[in-house]
C-alpha cells in the first residue's frame, strides 16, 4: 500500500488489521467507484463487488447499511420490511457523517457508530468478493463469511 492513499484508506488497512484481517487494500489509480470500474481494475466479475449503501429509516433517520452485489439494486420495500420501518436513500452528506466516509469508498466497516448491516444473499455465491477501502480507488479482496463476521450483517434477498 503507498504512503500517498491517504488518511481513510490507511483507516480501513487498521480496522481490517484489528479485526485479524490479514488481506491487504488494494490502490488503483483508475477510479473503483463504481461496481463496473471496481470489477474491471479487478478482473472479476461485476457481482463480486459489495457495494456498501447507506440508507436511513424515514422515521427514525437512523442509518441502515446493505452490502449489495454489484449487479444488483436494492428492493428498498424489501429492506423496509425486514427492519419493520420505511427507508430511503442517504444524501451524501448523511452517508460521510454517519460512516467517515464519502460516496464512492465506503467500506463495509470502520465507522464510529455501530449501523446496522444486512448483505445481500447473492454474494454468498462467490468464493471471493471485493469490498471498497476508503476512497474510490482502494479495495481489497475478502470472502462472503469474512464480510458476515466483521460487520455482524445479517444476510437477506435485498431484490
Known amino acids: ?3 500517498t492513499v491517504g488518511e481513510s484508506v490507511r483507516k480501513v488497512q487498521e480496522v481490517l488489521r484489528s479485526l485479524g ?3 491487504e487494500v488494494v490502490v488503483f489509480s483508475d477510479s473503483t467507484r463504481t461496481a463496473a470500474e471496481a470489477a474491471q481494475a479487478v478482473g472479476c466479475q461485476v457481482g463480486q463487488i459489495v457495494k456498501s449503501l447507506i440508507f436511513k429509516g424515514k422515521q427514525t433517520q437512523r442509518p441502515v447499511l446493505v452490502e449489495a452485489s454489484g449487479v ?3 428492493n428498498e ?7 419493520g420501518e420505511p427507508i430511503e436513500k442517504a444524501d451524501a452528506d448523511f452517508v460521510r457523517q454517519h460512516t467517515g466516509f464519502a460516496v464512492g469508498g465506503v467500506p463495509p466497516v470502520g465507522y464510529a ?4 448491516t444486512f448483505i445481500d444473499e447473492d454474494l454468498l455465491q462467490y468464493e ?3 469490498a471498497a477501502a476508503g476512497n474510490p480507488h482502494a479495495v ?3 470472502t462472503p463469511d469474512e464480510l458476515r ?3 455482524g450483517g445479517r444476510v437477506i434477498g435485498i431484490k
Open 1 to 3: 500500500m503507498s504512503n
Open 21 to 23: 484481517f490479514s488481506g
Open 72 to 74: 444488483n439494486r436494492v
Open 77 to 83: 420495500r424489501r429492506v423496509s420490511e425486514v427492519i
Open 113 to 116: 457508530e455501530h449501523i446496522e
Open 128 to 130: 471471493e468478493i471485493w
Open 140 to 142: 481489497f479482496r475478502l
Open 149 to 151: 463476521e466483521m460487520t
